[in-house]
T-cell receptor, first 114, second 111 residues
Framework: KAGVTQTPRYLIKTRGQQVTLSCSPI?????VSWYQQTPGQGLQFLFE???????NKGNFPGRFSGRQFSNSRSEMNVSTLELGDSALYLC?????????????FGAGSRLTVL | AQSVTQPDIHITVSEGASLELRCNYS??????LFWYVQSPGQGLQLLLK??????LVQGIKGFEAEFKRSQSSFNLRKPSVHWSDAAEYFC?????????FGAGTRLTVKP
């Protein structure tokens, strides 16, 4: 069974640009969550999608957005990049959104903003 | 609001020694508790979870954790640490649509 796949693994952008990251969940998983990980702030929840609907959102500016497609694949977009957006972006999938369910993580997308 | 505290930012143990990583949580209802491990530049791997039932749970790689409701704790233990256990460990509480992670504990293993 394939795991959670995130693409690209590494990317470098400059301030002001925008970036799109992709996440393919485990087959059968309908919930996809996104996290930002930085040395200073740790793991911060961005948003969670289930059946193409955003169920929950963390405390991030509107420059951070996401969506989920009918096949459960998800993308997140960051517009007008800032230096502070440099981070490891982790995607995780789960069968359901609520209750006793396990998050399975991808390897992450390492974004560097210059 | 739910939250997780990992009091130890960095722990160093000798190879072969025992290990205990602390985790305290705040949660309104019966908590769903997890321990994850992360190697540098990688995603998080699930070590073990507690949903209900037996308060001592066994995980992969010889790890175990004990849920203590009275102390709001879910400490991770391993009787004998191997050099390959050097990594960052995260405690988490909640469901996928509202999962909260601790700040992590970085484990260094001395030869």
């Amino acid at each position: 069974k394939a795991g959670v796949t995130q693409t690209p693994r590494y990317l470098i952008k400059t301030r002001g640009q925008q970036v799109t990251l992709s996440c393919s969940p485990i087959s059968g998983h309908r919930s996809v969550s996104w996290y930002q990980q930085t040395p200073g702030q740790g793991l911060q929840f961005l948003f969670e999608y289930f059946s193409e609907t955003q169920r929950n959102k963390g405390n991030f500016p509107g420059r951070f957005s996401g969506r989920q497609f009918s096949n459960s694949r998800s993308e997140m977009n960051v517009s007008t990049l800032e230096l502070g957006d440099s981070a490891l972006y982790l995607c995780a999938s789960s069968i359901q959104s609520s209750g006793a369910n396990v998050l399975t993580f991808g390897a992450g997308s390492r974004l560097t903003v210059l | 609001a739910q939250s997780v505290t990992q009091p130890d930012i960095h722990i160093t143990v000798s190879e072969g020694a025992s290990l205990e990583l602390r985790c305290n949580y705040s949660y309104g209802a019966t908590p769903y508790l997890f321990w994850y491990v992360q190697s540098p530049g990688q995603g998080l791997q699930l070590l073990l979870k507690y949903f209900s039932g037996d308060t001592l749970v066994q995980g992969i790689k010889g790890f175990e954790a004990e849920f203590k409701r009275s102390q709001s704790s879910f400490n991770l233990r391993k009787p004998s640490v191997h050099w390959s256990d050097a990594a960052e460990y995260f405690c988490a509480v909640g469901a996928p649509d509202d999962m909260r992670f601790g700040a992590g504990t970085r484990l260094t293993v001395k030869p």
